[in-house]
């Protein structure tokens, strides 16, 4: 079963407008951090935002939040004021905390945004 | 500067023969990762490695293999038993914690003809 499952592969937003990028995950690991990156036409991976499976409060950072809801396995990015800049991939990860060996990140198909002007 | 090094950016190389692709990173990280990624595939791990000397096989391994003799170093081969060795390929690395990021290179585009 897939780990992580984005579900739009391509979005289309307004400039100035905001759109939300969804995420469900799988796992049966209390200890678990999920976290989102972008990646330009150049295909450099940006890191933007972390949630980690204890935290109380949804995660945000600038014009990026994360919409946090664990009984649903779900983390979605919401990108607020949209921006030229912001046409992208997009990639949902999650990493497990279950011991030494499980360090990697499973990543989503991803999710091609496009801003509109 | 701290970072991730990935060269070549392009790669071209005929059908049958091996192509190695360098990762150097200088961020004292014990873990390193090799990605694949294909269009419409998202990434995908072909080895990882958490020590100088160990590494383990991702969910794509068969055709590529690697070395970690190094903490900076994590160079990735590419056989010709890859059946399909064209893609771009990034490497990654992190500290040993569940709940921080990995850092990611800027990726070598390989292309077998």
């Known amino acids: 079963a897939q780990k992580i499952t984005q579900t739009q592969p391509g979005m289309f937003v307004q400039e100035k407008e905001a759109v939300t990028l969804d995420c469900t995950y799988d796992?049966?690991?209390?200890?678990?951090?999920l976290f989102w990156y972008k990646q330009p036409s150049s295909g450099e991976m940006i890191f933007l935002i972390y949630?980690?499976?204890?935290?109380?409060q949804n995660a945000t950072e600038g014009r990026y939040s994360l919409n946090f809801q664990k009984a649903r396995k779900s983390a979605n990015l919401v990108i607020s004021a949209s921006q030229l800049g912001d046409s992208a991939m997009y990639f949902c990860?999650?990493?497990?905390?279950?011991?030494?060996?499980?360090?990697?990140?499973?990543f989503g198909k991803g999710t091609l945004l496009t801003v509109n002007p | 500067d701290g970072g991730i090094t990935q060269s070549p950016k392009y790669l071209f190389r005929k059908e049958g023969q091996n192509v190695t692709l360098s990762c150097e990173q200088n961020?004292?990280?014990?873990?390193m990762y090799w990605y694949r990624q294909d269009p419409g595939q998202g990434l995908r791990l072909i080895y990882y490695?958490?020590?100088?000397?160990?590494?383990q096989k991702g969910d794509i391994a068969e055709g590529y293999s690697v070395s970690r003799e190094k903490k900076e170093s994590f160079p990735l081969t590419v056989t010709s038993a890859q059946k399909n060795p064209t893609a771009f390929y990034l490497c990654?690395?992190?500290?040993?914690?569940?709940?921080?990021?990995?850092?990611f290179g800027q990726g070598t585009r390989l292309t077998v003809v």
């Open positions: 990654a690395s992190s500290i040993l914690d569940w709940n921080t990021e990995a850092f």
């Open positions: 796992t049966s690991d209390p200890s678990y951090g």
């Open positions: 949630q980690g499976s204890y935290d109380q």
């Open positions: 990860a999650m990493r497990e905390g279950s011991g030494g060996s499980n360090y990697k990140l499973t």
């Open positions: 961020l004292n990280h014990d873990a």
């Open positions: 490695s958490q020590i100088v000397n160990d590494f």
